[in-house]
């Protein structure tokens, strides 16, 4: 094990946090753009187009959101040999992390193959609508893998400590994206099958680079390209329980839209406009988090418990005052926001009364996804996968509650997103707090 490195000041550490964070916003902020490209490009041509290329993106984005893991199991497993000083075991971790998403892409590129037609129909699309959302999801699977691929990649990087080289990925992937997606829908006239295969281009156009980038640093270090059975079980045990808390976070999110929609159609429409600004605040908190990964597990490799420490309390208290800070922002203009997205009077008012209760929940939003940041990193997948299931049961019977008892649509409004950001988001900050204010998390040395 590594002798304990000096604590760093913590003006130090804010800039170290800034560095990574700040880079990984933009990243973060880049890759939703593809979708809208699309989404944009593909609603020129029609509504059964649209219609249908939102629904092939809703299926793939299920299906790869869960994969999110390929990056959140590799960034810390990286970063934690890195900062126990075995840059080879390191570029091995990384090496294993892109197998495995070569592998997952495969196996999910063939189900998606005999499987888009049945799950398009099993989900209520008919006619135009069903072919184009068939359409999308088969033109979309030639770059599965490449987005995996990214993922992994991505991982590797910021375990590397570089959040930079993503973001100009990214960004230059996201104008290629646009440019393929105009020249394949209507230059060559392609419709909604040429905007999936515009991004599956792109895709893999991200992934060769990364693969450039990253292939002669493995072969520098002398490692051998061929993936290690072990490394590859490794990733996947940690992958499977990140996926748990993956697959817990959806459900949950899934749950409050049934409950929702079942509350009517007021409810629902003003739901999605208080969760539009919700997810967009994520963006930010989420890049805390992954400069907690990146530092975290980079230190727990140097074997420094008490930077570790230091580091995370830092970061949490940066996540309270981030969420202070655009809960005052929310409160203040929570009349403003419903204005940009609808006309309708009603609306207006039941997103405004969701706001306010989104911004009382900011602070305890920003510890949760800093903390979660901070668990990922030390490799704790364990822990959030099982307390993953455990808030999930605890907000369901919230939401049953809500559905319940709601009389009106404000009442269910304002109970939904109760439950969600005072309740669900609550149970998730306690079982991550308890965790890190104990030690079984702090496995030092690589």
């Not at 939102?54 to 959101?65: K, P, R, W």
């Not at 497993?77 to 090496?95: E, F, I, K, S, Y």
């Not at 969600?420 to 030690?439: C, E, Q």
Request: aromatic share 10%.
């Amino acid at each position: 094990m590594s002798s304990p490195m000096p604590v760093e000041s913590n003006r130090s550490i804010s800039r170290q946090i800034l560095a990574l964070a700040v880079p990984a916003l933009g990243a973060l902020i880049a890759e939703p753009l593809f979708l809208i490209a699309d989404s944009a490009i593909v609603g020129h041509l029609g509504v059964a187009e649209l219609a249908g290329a939102a629904l092939g993106t809703t299926v793939l984005q299920t299906a790869v959101g869960l994969m999110i893991f390929l990056a959140y199991a590799t960034t810390p497993a990286v970063a934690r040999a890195l900062g126990a000083g075995q840059p080879a075991r390191a570029m091995a971790a990384g090496r294993d992390g892109l197998w495995f998403a070569i592998a997952l892409g495969v196996l999910l590129t063939a189900a998606g193959y005999f499987g888009a037609d049945a799950v398009v129909r099993g989900m209520g699309a008919e006619g135009a609508v069903a072919q184009f959302a068939v359409d999308y999801i088969l033109f979309s699977l030639p770059g599965l893998t490449a987005m995996l691929l990214v993922f992994a990649a991505t991982g590797i990087l910021r375990g590397m400590q570089d959040t930079k080289t993503p973001l100009v990925v990214a960004t230059a992937g996201f104008g290629l994206n646009i440019l393929l997606n105009f020249a394949l829908v209507y230059g060559a006239g392609m419709s909604v099958a040429g905007a999936a295969l515009g991004t599956s281009i792109a895709q893999w156009i991200m992934a060769l680079v990364y693969l450039w980038m990253i292939l002669p640093r493995i072969r520098r270090e002398k490692v051998s390209l061929a993936p290690s059975w072990s490394g590859f079980i490794s990733t996947g045990q940690v992958g499977s329980w990140l996926m748990l808390r993956n697959l817990t976070m959806r459900a949950a999110l899934l749950l409050t839209v049934v409950v929702a929609t079942s509350s009517g159609e007021q409810t629902l429409a003003a739901h999605q406009l208080v969760f539009t600004v919700f997810s967009f605040l994520a963006f930010a908190l989420d890049a805390l988090a992954i400069a907690a990964q990146a530092m975290i597990g980079k230190e727990l490799g140097r074997g420094d418990a008490q930077q570790v420490r230091q580091l995370t309390g830092i970061m949490s208290r940066w996540g309270i005052y981030f969420g202070l800070a655009t809960g005052a922002f929310l409160m203040a203009t929570s009349w403003v926001f419903p204005m940009v997205f609808t006309t309708d009077e009603q609306i207006r008012s039941l997103t405004t009364i969701g706001l306010w209760v989104l911004a009382l929940a900011q602070p305890l939003c920003g510890l949760v996804f800093v903390l979660d940041g901070v668990l990922i990193g030390a490799g704790d997948a364990r822990y959030l996968g099982l307390v993953g299931a455990l808030n999930l049961a605890v907000y369901a019977p919230m939401l049953w509650a809500v559905h319940r008892f709601a009389q009106d649509p404000q009442s269910a409004l304002v109970w939904i997103w109760v439950a969600f950001s005072l309740g669900y988001m609550a149970s998730r900050g306690v079982t991550l707090f308890v965790r890190s204010r104990g030690t079984a998390w702090m496995r030092l040395g690589a």
